[in-house]
């Protein structure tokens, strides 16, 4: 039987699962708030619609009779998308809407890891008495992150000793109107990602990645939702050790056997300090940029994880190329803090070359492909090193065409994955 698959989400992160999923024998659907025009020309069908809509969805997936679906962000299972479409009797790939707690309520997350005495915790209170906050801040010895508990994109955590001081930190708790916030340690190192494909018990992991939060050069400005990220031939990076990626995954492991029939990709970000991996956060999807480098370096057909998982059997194991990858994204200019949406792009797919071009949220209306507030496009470089694929990634870049969009250039380059090596092995000697 041919697998009716309904992908969900326009970003590139699901440009990358469409584009995994297109080379299978599948008959792929997609559905976002956004006409992504890569998607959109690798399926059979696209709707445009609210995501977080769970009817809207479920409604979409019984009109192509949908087998399977792929959910890509965050805010479907928020809303409980999963749960909606096994209630009409389609498998999905992601995890239930309490079980993506892990991700959506980082109190949650941090109570989770406490209580089932997961390694790599840092120390952590959670708050929803601001004051309150305002004066753990004054009490404590050292450097907290400041989070909020639910979604924020990426944007909303700010590191006190590293983005702001500790008065504009408690400025920060005060002026925002979030319900609950979780203080924790800064932990110190360098961050990588491991992100793992759950269900039945199986859980497989893939190579690690450095994504890069801050919106400008040499790490500098606000957060965003990642401007690019590197992996490299093998499991590790690196900045890492013999075992760093190993205790990585014994921390998945122990998380995924006391989340209880977790299905989907669960992602772990880690600080590398030097006292080994530390969680930063999980999430209970592919990271984006992360899928771009890990979907195209993925052998074992995407389907087959898929059915398997549907089936209740085993995951299949998984094998990657032994390349290494750079992404880099083109946003709007202004972004993350101020972005020029509405601008119409010029994006020449064809001569990307070597790369690969995904376009994340952008929208094709009928002149023209236009930006949104969110990232724009990415390329990926694929060679056997990091710095001759970080080479077509920006060769591509300069064919594809950044007017009035922004990159980060320094991504992948030797001095800066240097820099890395270079600051774990100073941490490490302290
Ligand atoms: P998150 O939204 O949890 O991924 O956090 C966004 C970014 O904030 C992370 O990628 C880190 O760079 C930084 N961050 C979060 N938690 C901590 C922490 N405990 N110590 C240092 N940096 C952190
Ligand atoms: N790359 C960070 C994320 O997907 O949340």
């Not at 809207?56 to 949908?66: G, K, N, R």
């Not at 492991?253 to 300090?273: N, P, R, S």
């Not at 993925?298 to 389907?303: I, P, S, V």
């Amino acid at each position: 039987m041919r697998e009716i698959v309904l992908l969900i989400g326009g970003g590139g992160r699901e440009h990358a699962i469409a584009r995994s999923l297109a080379d299978s024998e599948v008959d792929l659907y997609a559905c976002a708030g956004n006409r992504n025009p890569g998607i959109a020309a690798l399926s059979s069908g696209f709707e445009t619609l609210d995501t977080a809509d769970t009817d809207a969805v479920v409604a979409y997936a019984e009109s192509i009779d949908a087998t399977i679906a792929v959910v890509g962000p965050e805010g479907p299972l928020a809303a409980g998308l999963v749960d909606a479409l096994e209630a009409a009797g389609i498998y999905a790939f992601g995890p239930k809407q309490a079980a993506a707690r892990i991700e959506t309520d980082k109190a949650f997350q941090r109570r989770f890891m406490a209580e089932n005495g997961i390694p790599g915790c840092p120390d952590f209170e959670t708050f929803d008495d601001m004051e309150a906050a305002c004066e753990f801040v004054d009490d404590y010895d050292g450097d907290l992150a400041i989070k909020p508990a639910g979604l924020t994109g990426g944007k909303g955590v700010k590191v006190i000793g590293d983005q702001v001081t500790a008065d504009e930190g408690k400025a920060y708790i005060r002026d925002s109107d979030y319900d609950r916030i979780v203080l924790e340690e800064r932990l110190v190192g360098e961050e990588f990602t491991v992100q793992a494909f759950v269900a039945n018990g199986s859980v497989r992991t893939a190579p690690a990645v450095q994504d890069h939060k801050r919106a400008y050069e040499g790490d500098e400005g606000p957060n965003t939702g990642g401007m690019g990220s590197y992996s490299a031939p093998g499991t590790d990076l690196p900045f890492m050790d013999d075992g760093d990626y190993d205790r990585a995954v014994e921390i998945i492991d122990a998380t995924v056997e006391a989340l209880e029939d977790y299905k989907g990709i669960l992602y772990g970000q880690f600080m590398l300090t030097a006292d080994g991996p530390k969680v930063v956060e999980f999430n209970a999807r592919f990271g984006d940029p992360e899928a771009m480098n890990t979907l195209p370096v993925l052998e074992t057909d995407f389907r087959d994880v898929l059915i398997a998982a549907r089936n209740g059997e085993a995951l299949p194991d998984l094998s990657f190329t032994e390349e290494a990858t750079v992404c880099k994204y083109a946003v709007p200019e202004g972004y993350p803090t101020d972005p020029e949406a509405g601008a119409r792009v010029e994006i020449d797919a064809e001569s990307a070359g070597e790369a690969l071009l995904y376009y994340a949220s952008v929208d094709e209306r009928d002149d023209g492909i236009y930006t949104t507030t969110s990232r724009s496009f990415a390329v990926v470089g694929r060679a056997n090193s990091i710095g001759a694929a970080e080479s077509i990634a920006e060769d591509a870049l300069a064919v594809a065409g950044e007017e009035g969009l922004q990159v980060r250039h320094d991504i992948g380059t030797d001095e800066l994955v240097q820099r890395r090596i270079d600051h774990m092995a100073e941490l490490r000697d302290a």
